[in-house]
């Protein structure tokens, strides 16, 4: 009997990172999958069939997870939708959804939408791309790692068969994409992408586009928000039967990019409700996460740091020269130094972290002069000077390197953190 898609009574449910028994494949009505797969299609009354039931015995055979394969027919006016509708009642967990218009942007926001799975996915109905990329594909978004995982075609390691014009179009088109709105995915348009619903359920009201573009705008404003965006390498064979109109479809892409990045400059397209929160600090007992916090943190930072600078500079030591061996056993822990305060001391986490590495440097910079200078007063003051006592002239040198490391790292390297962290503890 025909299958369709209901709207969901719930709200999608979040993604489960606890591994699941391998199990066969339930109808769709029977359980919730893992998993909804769409295939949108628009007169494919002669690659429908096989295709669909290549990729169930795919799915049936290597996902170990339920799924569900979700037959998205935009209008078509072949045989399309009586294919359509043998294929769901021939195999478990193959549903129908009809939709009166074309557009395959529509079809996968009002499929992706109505679907009660955790992990949504798509793929083009030529299947071009090999299947042994779904797994990857979906794996960081059941874990949670990540938001959006796509296929690409032009990643290292990817492995692709098609005609020179279509190679040229794909990689100028991505190119445009980099040079206009600074994107760092590489690959747009691969008919090969899974998202979380939890993310799908935010991210899908705001993509205004219906057609081919659709994909791009929802990967633009997924990045601009900072969500995780996870590319998975894939070996792709052209569709030699390939009915899509490239010339038309590029225009459409170019009028989206133009409408996007001016919403994006005006401020018309506002991303508040997509970007991540900010993460909150870490509690300790008795401890408010105001400046009183910061500094007990960045105290037991500054502990284990001192105590990594000294086992370093002691084998360091043992190989080359003092001032040699403070410059290397500095230069690290200052690096493990910033990179625990950020997390620890300040709650930062996210992007950023290279320049405020970059920061960090500075300040170790000027720890080096304090305590380099220090060494070379005591070797000036003393020719042969005892290692217990090289050791004793750091710490104090050090112990004031810290105070002046707090300060820097507070007010200029993660400045805006600290900030808005006070700002939220006196409201």
């Given at each position: 009997?025909?299958?369709?898609?209901a709207?969901?009574?719930?709200?999608?449910?979040?993604?489960?990172a606890?591994?699941?028994?391998?199990?066969?494949?339930?109808?769709?009505e029977?359980?919730?999958?893992?998993?909804?797969v769409v295939?949108?299609?628009y007169?494919?009354?002669h690659?429908?069939?096989?295709?669909?039931?290549?990729?169930?015995?795919?799915?049936?055979?290597?996902?170990?997870?339920?799924?569900?394969?979700?037959?998205a027919?935009?209008?078509?006016t072949?045989?399309?939708?009586?294919?359509?509708?043998?294929l769901?009642?021939?195999?478990?967990?193959?549903?129908?959804?009809?939709?009166?218009?074309?557009?395959?942007?529509?079809?996968?926001?009002?499929?992706?939408?109505?679907?009660?799975a955790?992990v949504?996915?798509?793929?083009?109905?030529?299947?071009?791309?090999?299947?042994?990329?779904?797994?990857?594909?979906?794996?960081?978004?059941?874990?949670?790692?990540?938001?959006?995982?796509?296929?690409?075609?032009l990643?290292?390691?990817?492995?692709?068969?098609?005609?020179?014009?279509?190679?040229?179009?794909?990689?100028?088109?991505?190119?445009?994409?980099?040079?206009?709105?600074?994107?760092r995915?590489s690959?747009?348009?691969?008919?090969?992408?899974?998202?979380?619903?939890?993310?799908?359920?935010?991210?899908?009201?705001?993509?205004?586009?219906?057609?081919?573009?659709?994909?791009?705008?929802?990967?633009?404003?997924?990045?601009?928000?900072?969500l995780?965006?996870?590319?998975?390498p894939?070996d792709?064979?052209?569709?030699?039967?390939?009915?899509v109109?490239?010339?038309?479809?590029?225009?459409?892409?170019?009028?989206?990019?133009?409408?996007?990045?001016?919403?994006?400059?005006?401020?018309?397209?506002?991303?508040?409700?997509?970007?991540?929160?900010?993460?909150?600090?870490?509690e300790?007992?008795?401890?408010?996460?105001?400046?009183?916090?910061?500094?007990?943190?960045?105290?037991?930072?500054?502990?284990?740091?001192?105590?990594?600078?000294l086992?370093?500079?002691?084998?360091?030591?043992?190989?080359?020269?003092a001032?040699?061996?403070?410059?290397?056993?500095?230069?690290?822990?200052?690096?493990?130094?910033?990179?625990?305060?950020?997390?620890?001391?300040?709650?930062?986490?996210?992007?950023?972290?290279?320049?405020?590495?970059?920061?960090?440097?500075?300040?170790?910079?000027?720890?080096?002069?304090?305590?380099?200078?220090?060494?070379?007063l005591?070797?000036a003051?003393?020719?042969?000077?005892?290692?217990a006592?090289?050791?004793?002239?750091?710490v104090?040198?050090n112990?004031?390197?810290?105070?002046?490391?707090?300060?820097?790292?507070?007010?200029?390297v993660?400045?805006k953190?600290?900030?808005?962290?006070?700002?939220?503890?006196?409201?």
């Open positions: 009997m025909s299958t369709t898609i709207a969901p009574s719930t709200p999608a449910q979040g993604v489960t606890r591994p699941l028994p391998r199990r066969d494949p339930l109808p769709a029977l359980e919730t999958p893992m998993l909804d295939v949108p299609v007169n494919e009354e690659d429908l069939g096989p295709s669909v039931h290549r990729l169930h015995a795919y799915l049936d055979r290597a996902f170990p997870y339920g799924f569900r394969i979700t037959i027919d935009n209008a078509s072949d045989s399309t939708p009586a294919v359509a509708e043998q769901a009642r021939e195999l478990p967990a193959v549903c129908v959804r009809r939709l009166p218009l074309k557009g395959r942007g529509r079809a996968l926001n009002t499929v992706w939408a109505a679907s009660d955790p949504l996915a798509y793929m083009d109905v030529d299947l071009s791309t090999d299947l042994s990329a779904l797994l990857p594909l979906v794996a960081p978004l059941i874990s949670g790692h990540s938001d959006i995982a796509i296929g690409s075609r990643a290292r390691g990817s492995q692709v068969v098609r005609g020179p014009k279509r190679e040229f179009i794909s990689r100028a088109y991505n190119q445009i994409l980099r040079r206009t709105l600074s994107v995915f690959d747009a348009q691969c008919g090969f992408k899974a998202i979380r619903a939890d993310v799908a359920e935010r991210l899908l009201p705001m993509v205004e586009d219906t057609g081919w573009f659709f994909d791009t705008e929802l990967l633009v404003l997924a990045e601009r928000a900072g995780r965006i996870h590319e998975v894939v792709w064979v052209d569709d030699p039967n390939s009915s109109d490239i010339v038309a479809t590029a225009t459409a892409d170019l009028k989206g990019c133009w409408r996007v990045g001016r919403g994006l400059a005006s401020g018309s397209i506002s991303l508040a409700e997509l970007r991540r929160p900010e993460p909150e600090q870490p300790l007992p008795g401890v408010p996460n105001g400046l009183g916090g910061q500094l007990l943190r960045f105290g037991a930072v500054g502990v284990a740091s001192t105590l990594l600078y086992v370093l500079f002691s084998l360091a030591s043992t190989l080359m020269g001032q040699p061996a403070n410059f290397t056993a500095l230069l690290l822990s200052a690096i493990a130094n910033t990179a625990a305060n950020r997390r620890h001391t300040f709650g930062v986490s996210g992007a950023g972290a290279g320049r405020q590495q970059a920061q960090g440097l500075v300040v170790f910079l000027l720890s080096l002069v304090l305590t380099s200078g220090s060494l070379a005591l070797h003051l003393s020719a042969n000077p005892g290692h006592t090289e050791l004793a002239v750091l104090a040198a112990l004031a390197a810290t105070l002046v490391r707090f300060v820097l790292l507070r007010t200029w993660f400045r953190h600290s900030s808005s962290s006070e700002q939220r503890n006196s409201a």
